[in-house]
């Protein structure tokens, strides 16, 4: 679908760049006030960009064409705004969108920044200008870009985390030379941009609400707070079924039951601060959980919460509504389930506002209309635990958790299950994570967050991949719940619900600590394997270095794990689970080409000579 704005008048000048004897053509820019009289794109996705908010994103995707579409509002517009996508959100090799102006005409065009975060005019003009406009409440900028150019300079947008950047500029820029996007500090916001191409179902009319709120918080002025709050459900709540809600990264037969679904509740102004929500059920083994409201890091905060780690409802920055499939929802309430919730709020207050309160939270919708299936989660990935490690000073590290065929042999009916959706998590220093299914050595399927797909499986395995980056950090990053520790974590929903409830791995202790052994000798430092010396403590002795970081990355590439098959009640499957040899994978699936690629390719063809042999005819 192409987009123009008729009465918006761009100057149709030619600007000229003389770099490397190159010469660019960029839009001018000359009204931002014209109307618009086309049919503009429904934006469905919104998210604000920076904690003051004067700057919100919004988008929408068409699969079809494969093109993102985009609106930047600015609330107070002055020379100019920058948009861009990198990595990490670097501000150094990124690729950019400008709107700018020399004090006399305006610009817009497609750049990108070098290693030193200089900004340079792209010479394939990737961003398509629809629309300006100036309303009430601000300037609004509308363009599109393909999810890939083939653009070396540019940013491919695939399914995942994408780093936003952003700056405003305050002052006239003469020369795009002139600017480096370092020094004016930009900010940073993560974002899904790729979201499900699917319709939302419709709900049922006989619709009740609950809401999981924070208690009226006052936000800690400090950077990165993570808040806890126990709720209690209402007595005697019947069992409920979970139909819809928001997940951040993705995503019954009884007498008397429910179905529910839900969405986020931000506080009116804190919608750039809360950064994320997730709704945790406790233990059901526990009859009591101590009331408790605070710093989930709190010396204070009771033990028992510690055990409040069931995923129920999760919701981050620009997440949109998930549904369940038609035919299952997620049970909550009634009997073998527990009434104690447990409610964590994580925000981001990097400007360190003080005295902002917040209430937000998580709203329930359930009803009677009893669905088919019970959903279930399943935990894939690595155990929470510190014979996981990340060395310090590593700019990508490689960790794999494995749901081997064994346990899914063992736990799963022999028709298999549905994978409808997927959750997938790390810390701080987490860089990606992907789960592949496995069948005969060869990847199958891709289990992807806001994937909707369904995928049977029995008898298979599941490899979960995480990379992370510690390059800042001088000390080894073991795993953990700590914020500072790391996880590698896929929440995967699916139906029918079966006892599996966790199906996670971490390497063999014995091979560990033949490792430790190793690079003490090595260090020329006696090995202690004291019974009161800990796994971190092991690893805090180390000196790190090449040699250390390599052999421990091909002890966790080689040798043997420990298999957590998990029942429902926290058992393990009866089996033998130590000692497992790792899932074999000897052929990677290869993604589609974009279609760039495609165009390459046949004009490559095209440019090819035909060949005429003696007998041949033309």
């Known amino acids: 679908m192409r987009l123009l704005n008729k009465d918006l008048r761009l100057q149709d000048v030619t600007l000229m760049y003389l770099t490397v004897l190159v010469t660019v053509v960029v839009l001018l820019v000359a009204s931002y006030q014209a109307p618009a009289v086309h049919s503009r794109p429904a934006l469905a996705y919104h998210i604000p960009l920076d904690p003051s908010g004067q700057l919100e994103l919004s988008w929408n995707i068409s699969y079809p064409t494969q093109e993102v579409y985009l609106e930047l509002k600015v609330k107070e517009l002055h020379h100019g705004v920058l948009l861009g996508m990198s990595d990490r959100g670097e501000p150094t090799n990124a690729d950019l969108v400008l709107l700018w102006d020399d004090g006399h005409k305006s610009y817009f065009g497609d750049a990108w920044s070098d290693n030193e975060g200089r900004v340079m005019l792209d010479t394939q003009q990737d961003y398509e200008l629809l629309e300006t406009h100036q309303s009430t409440e601000g300037f609004f900028l509308l363009f ?109 037969n009884t007498l008397n039951t429910f179905l529910f679904y839900y969405a986020s509740v931000i506080t009116p102004g804190n919608e750039a601060i809360v950064h994320h929500i997730e709704v945790f059920e406790c233990s059901p083994q526990m009859d009591t959980v101590p009331q408790f409201s605070g710093s989930c890091d709190s010396k204070m905060k009771p033990r028992k919460l510690n055990y409040c780690r069931h995923v129920l409802a999760a919701w981050a920055m620009g997440a949109e509504p998930f549904y369940y499939p038609a035919d299952a929802g997620l049970p909550l309430g009634g009997e073998g389930s527990s009434r104690f919730l447990r409610l964590e709020v994580h925000y981001h207050n990097p400007l360190l506002i003080s005295g902002r309160r917040d209430s937000s939270g998580i709203r329930l919708w359930y009803t009677p209309s009893l669905r088919r299936f019970d959903a279930g989660i399943m935990e894939l990935g690595l155990v929470y635990t510190p014979v996981m490690a990340i060395p310090p000073r590593q700019r990508s590290f490689q960790l794999t958790g494995y749901c081997t065929a064994k346990c899914t042999q063992t736990a799963l009916p022999v028709g298999g299950v549905h994978i409808f959706a997927s959750q997938l998590h790390t810390h701080l220093a987490g860089l990606g994570v992907r789960t592949v299914l496995v069948r005969g050595g060869r990847e199958v399927e891709v289990v992807q967050e806001d994937k909707h797909f369904s995928t049977h499986y029995q008898g298979d395995a599941l490899v979960t991949k995480c990379s992370y980056n510690t390059a800042d950090r001088n000390k080894v990053t073991v795993g953990g719940f700590g914020i500072m520790e790391e996880m590698c974590v896929n929440y995967v929903h699916y139906y029918p619900r079966t006892q599996l409830e966790l199906c996670k791995s971490h390497v063999d202790t014995d091979y560990l600590q033949k490792y430790f052994s190793l690079i003490n000798r090595f260090q020329g430092r006696e090995s202690c394997s004291c019974p009161g010396t800990t796994v971190e403590e092991q690893f805090s002795s180390l000196s790190w270095d090449g040699f250390s970081g390599e052999v421990l990355n091909s002890l966790y590439l080689t040798s043997p794990i420990s298999m957590h098959c998990n029942q429902s009640t926290a058992e393990l499957f009866p089996g033998e689970w130590e000692k497992q040899e790792i899932p074999v994978v000897t052929a990677e699936l290869q993604r589609a080409p974009y279609p760039c690629e495609l165009s390459r390719r046949a004009s490559s063809l095209n440019d090819n000579p035909t060949e005429v042999r003696p007998d041949s005819s033309v």
């Not at 995942?160 to 930009?186: D, F, K």
């Not at 899904?192 to 936000?219: G, K, M, N, Q």
């Open 144 to 252: 599109k870009r393909p999810f890939s150019t083939c653009d070396p300079h540019d940013y491919i947008i695939e399914e995942g985390t994408v780093h936003i950047i952003y700056a405003m500029l305050e002052r006239p820029i003469l020369s795009l030379h002139e600017l480096n996007i370092s020094r004016l500090q930009p900010g940073v916001q993560r974002v899904l941009l790729l979201r499900p191409d699917a319709p939302s179902p419709a709900l049922p009319r006989d619709v009740r609400t609950l809401e999981v709120l924070a208690p009226d918080v006052i936000i800690p002025t400090q950077e990165t707070t993570y808040w806890c709050h126990i709720y209690q459900l209402p007595p005697n709540m019947p069992k409920n079924h979970i139909v819809m809600h928001m997940l951040s990264s993705y995503q019954i």
